[in-house]
Structure formats: structure tokens, C-alpha cells
């Protein structure tokens, strides 16, 4: 098999869900000792990248997506020692804290924005669901994150985005991050008037949105 | 500045302040214009044709809006239509609020009558002038029961009455233990309460006569609390950005409530003072709106209620057109999301003394599921969105004249619509009748996804399907399925050990069986199963009406039913995914 149509392989191995294929696939690429970067670029990633297309067009619903991010971590998982001993970092899109804001305890839409964040090549740190406002600014100090993403599903919680961008700004951090929002009842309007840097309506579209926002500032 | 607003095909002329937003100004001026997103601009219910004024450029949703309902460039939404000048528009038939929704009587059984409240005939005698017993002494040795006395507002009503004469009078006792009122002459046959089922789209109100337990007429509206927001957390969120919203709320309901009554009891030559009693069964949030208790935390988490049973409650506190000196009783909610019409939808059907094991399923915006195993009774809502209302779906609309409610393939596709009138739109039934039938012909896949290019799938009579309703569907079918899934696995039931299932809400009769099970939404059994209890929200507040004994069943019951929340069930987020799929129950 051609290096090109392994990374085919991979790629539709992603797009089709299949985890064993993944998996096995990535061990190929080890034993091969092929260029990690180029495996992962071009393969992993333009599955995922397909997946996301496939979404937008209104073709894959969030089962496809749960599985195909689901594959893409375990394909990871495979490559995953073999990345840190050749120390390639620069994989990383950049560092990113998630977490549903306090008060609201519903975390579907915020998992699945996590996972297709971190199946695109972003660290995700999930705090989970009823998060306080104080947490995401720590976590995200802590780790030197560059996105913030807050969820709301209720009209009522979704006033603590706009409490947030408050307490950053008052911390004089509002600089330091990017904060894209989402959730049921927000949208571009609400994302605005808050001053977010950010809305996106699914998990590919916050891919997109935070990867067009990457090195901004 | 002052701008002036001509709304067509009324004619009228209205002043409106500049920058104003066009749909506040409609509503101010009693031109409902239906908005189910909260005014954001996204539910693409309020275009309105701008016939003379400014036509700002369309928005991206806005222009997506415009081309997916094949409307005139002249449309334009009228919550996101900004006043900056005088403006000419017309209002289209389809977006303002039907008057009338369709009134759906479901199941309904015989209760014994037995009121709290009894009229008792009696004929006070002339005090004897050696010992002159006064009207209190007098009235506690006719009834020497009820413990507490007569007011003496009352009493003083009582003199006057009797106004020397000393002949017959009527005493209202409620509940055997308190005197409301008196009346002149014999009134016991005046003896009349209502039955309201305080939903968060629609009003019913029903018209019983307390001696004999028969219903005399029965009126619906729409919530006039509408106009704060479509469904429920939007309108606690409205009291939570202004808390002097909360009255705002509670005066819409009660007026709504007032119009019902008002009319109803005038149809029928009955004074108000002869309503001494008014149940009325809504869900949690509601039943706290309608009595303006503070909502705030009912929509954060850990989501607490702040009353689930109440004692009957003074008429004059609540606000309600009736006896001022009657009672109020409000259904007991169960928990946050399981309300008191869920209780009455309980009592409704009889539940507790049925042998075997049953699901009792009320679908409307948030899903209730009852699971009884023997004697043991377990609740849960699910959050299935407003799409089974017709809500958040490109030609979706409410269960009113109209609407597409049921679909069938005979050689072609045939619709029929409820009133046998010109299409407007698909309301939850019919939704779930045509998405059944494409899947069975192939053209939508299990998965959702509609196959072939195109996106859509037209159904004639300029409506149609699209990707994104189809996914609206699957996940208000999901939330429901997964609940049912939940709560089955949590008593270790399978779908074969199940007596019975009880459909209860907005689908009524129409919901199809064959193809709700197609779907998954309804779990497979024997289609007698499977039981439609209509309005059961109503039939509930009748019964707790009409008879103490149901009531004090009702509330021993809504204190039992153990509560799960399924957000925090580990298989949850499993169990919601894989239910996605199109698949019946195996």
C-alpha cells in the first residue's frame, strides 16, 4: 500500500466510524515508522475534516459524529507515545478550557463540542457541567489556555456568558483569551452584545470558528 | 419622535416611538404575531410584508428565512424590524395567533361527586324575645360541625339578608369545616366550580356543576402569557432579567382565565358568585406564575420548586373571577418538572388502583414519563423540545385548523388537515405520519439523513420537509425514547412486562400507533394496548373538583412518586445517542 492510500484509508476510517481499521491503521503507520505528522495531517485529520463537511451538509447527525470523533481518539491513543518521544508539539491547535455554566447542568451539546474540538487536534480541558465562573478563569491561568468555551442551555444560565465576560474584564484578563460561546437559546446577537469573541451554533462549527481564530488577537 | 405604523388589512394607524422593534408595537396594539423563538429572529414566524417604509437589508438567517418559505423580497421579520421611519405593513393570516385551538376531549371516567363545596338549605328562626339568641349562637346550632365560626363580615352579610324576614337560606360549607358564605332563599342547586388546565401554549376551562358532577360547557384560549415568550423558561427568564415581570405574567394568565370564564358563565345565565370553587392543574412553573411565587430558581440548577402541595387557597388572593370567598386549589406538583398536571393526569386515569405495571407518557414541550411497577411509582421529564408542537420545524405550526395532522401513501401522498381546511402548515402528529412514511419508503434513512441531493422533501401544497426538521424530530423523539429506556431499565422491566401504556397531551386521538412505533418514540406492544387520555391534565382537575376523596388520593400519591433526573444518569448520554436512530423498539 502507497503512503497516499493509507492516509485514504485512514481518513475513511474515520468517516465511516471504524474503529478497528483506525486503530489497526495507526499501528501500521508505527511499524512503517512513517512521518507522524504527515500520518496525522493527512490522514486522521482530513477524515475528521470530511466528518465535518458531512455535518454541514446536513448528511451526518451526531451519532456519525460521536463515533468518528470516538475512532479518532483511539487512533490517537495508538500514536500517542510515539508522538511525545518524537516531541512533536506543534500538533497541538492550541489549548482550550470547556465547561456548562453554573446553574446548568445539561452537557450533550458541550460534550460533544469537546470531543470534535480535541479530534481536530485541539487540549481540551472539559471542567464538566455547573462550572463556576471562578474555575474557568483558574483552569484556564493554570493551563495557559487560549479558548475559553462556555455552554448555556437555558435562557436563565446563558446570563452567566455575559456575567463571565464581565468578571474577565474586571480581572483585566480579558485580553489573555478567546471566549466562544454556545448553547441552545445563544447566537451570533447574544455573542456580540456580550462582546464574546465567538458563537457557534454545533461541534464543527466551534472547529471551524476556533480554528479562524487561532493566533488572533 | 413619534412614528406612525399602518397595520394591514385591519387599516389601523398606530404611533409608535422610533426604534421601536416592529413585533413590540404589533403586540402593544393587540396584534399577536406569533414569535416561538423569543423574538431572536430564528423561528421565521413573524414575517410580515412591508408595503410602504424602509427595507433594511436581510440578515444571513433572515435572507435563509426568506428563500426556504419562498416569500416576496418585501418580507421581512418583525421582531428583527427596527422603526426608523413611518412604515406600512401587512400582517399575513398565518402569522397571527389562531383564536381557537382545536378542543381534544379525551378519556374520561365516572367519579362519584363529592365536593368540598356543599350548599346546605336552612330556615333560621325568629329569636325568642325572653332569651334572644344572637345570629352566631343561632348559626353555630344549625351547624355544629364545621370548627370554625362565622366571620363577621359574614355574619353582618347574614343580617342583612335576612333583612327581618327569617325565611330560607343557603350556607356554603367547604370541605365540612368552614363556612364560605351565606345566600338568600334556596340556592343549593346553584352549586358550580371550574376545571382549568393551565397550559403553557393553551387554556382549557370547564364548567362542572359540583351536585351532580356533570360538565356544562368547556372553553379553550391561548395563554396570554404567550407574549413573554413561548415556552416556559423563556417566561422565567423574563421575570428573572425584571422581577416586576412576575405580575406582569400573572395578570396575562388571569386575564386569559377571566375572558374563559367570563364567558362561559354568561353563555349560560350563571352569576359568578356561584363559582365557590376553581382547580386548576399546570405544570410547576406555571402553577408558580399563576400565583406570582417566585420562579428563579426553578430554572437553575439544582432546580428547585418553592411549593409542591398547597391547602386550597382564599378566591380574593388569587385574582381569579369567581366567588371572592371561595377556594382556589391548585394540583399538587410532583417535582420541578413533574407538575401538578402530571398529578392530575394521574388521578385522571386512575393509576394507583390498577393492577400490573404501566408507563404513563404526557408528550408536549418537556416529556413526562410515569413508570408504575406494581405499587411503586417513578417520574421523569425528558426535554423534548418544542417540535412535537410544531415549534422550531420549517412549516411546523400548532395543533389548530390547518394543520397537517395526519398522512397517508395511497398511491401518492394524502394529507388531511384538521377542519378539512386549506393546508398551513404540520402540526406534531402529522409530523410523525409523513417522517414514518418516508422512512418506510426508503427516501429518509434510518439515520435521519434524506437521501438522494436534494434537501428537502416536498410534500405539495407549497410545504415541505427539510434535513434540519428531520433532526428536530429525532431528537424529541430521542429525549422521549431515552427517558422511556431509563426508567424501564431502572425497575428492571422489559417492554413485554408492561400492562399498559397511557398517552397523554396535545396528540390525542390523532397520533398514529403503527408509525409512532416505526419511529421508536412509542416502545412496541399490542395496540390495545396503548391507551390516549387526551387532555388528562383536565380530566384530572375535574376529578379533583368534583371529589375530595381524589384529591386527598392525589396528594398521598404525588408525595410517594420517587423522582429520577435522567441529565445526571450515566447512560444517558448513550442511551440518547443510539436512540437517535429511526428504529422501532426490539
Redesign the interface.
Known sequence: MTKDDLFNDMARAIVEGDRHAAEALAKEALSRNLDLHEVVEKGYIAGIQKVGDLWE????????L?TSAECMKAAMAVLRPALERARIADLSLGKVVIGTI???????GK?LVASMLSANGFEVSDLGA?VKLERFIQSALDMKADFICLSAL????M?GQRRFMELLKERGLRSQFKVLVGGA?V?Q?WADSIGADGYAENAPAAVKLAKSLRGKR | MNLTLKVLPQGRSIQVRKNTVLIEALHEAGVDLISFCNKQGLCGKCFVEIMKGKRPEPGAQEKWLLARKRLPGNFRLACLYRMTGDLTVRIPEEATLPLMPVLKRGFRRVIQPNPAVRKIVFAPFRPDLASPLSLSDQIRAHFPRPGKKASPALLKDLAVLLDDSYGTATAVIYDGAEILDFEAADTAEQNFGIAIDLGTTTLVAELVNLNTGKTIDVVTALNGQARFGADVISRITAVFQDPLKSEALRTAVLDSLKAMIEGMLKKHRIPVHHVYEVVLAGNTAMNHLFLGSPVKTLAVSPYHAVFSALPPLPASETGLLMNPRGKVYVAPNIRSFVGGDIAAGLAATDLAHQKGNFLFIDLGTNGEIVLKKGRQFTATSTAAGPAFEGMNISCGMLAVPGAVYKAEFRDRLKVMTIGNRPALGICGTGLIDLISLYLERGVISPQGHIQGGEKTISLGHNLFLSQKDIREVQLAAAAVKTGIRLLLSLDKLAVADLDGIYVAGAFGNYLNIPNSMRLGLLPRLDKKKIIFVGNSSLAGAKALLVSTQERARCERLAQKIRHVALATDTAFLKTFIEALEFRAWT
Request: hydrophobic share 25%.
Open positions: 451538509r446536513g448528511d451526518y447527525f451526531l451519532p456519525e460521536i453554573e446553574g446548568d447542568i445539561h452537557d450533550i460534550n455547573d437555558l435562557t436563565t444560565t446570563l437559546p447566537n446577537k
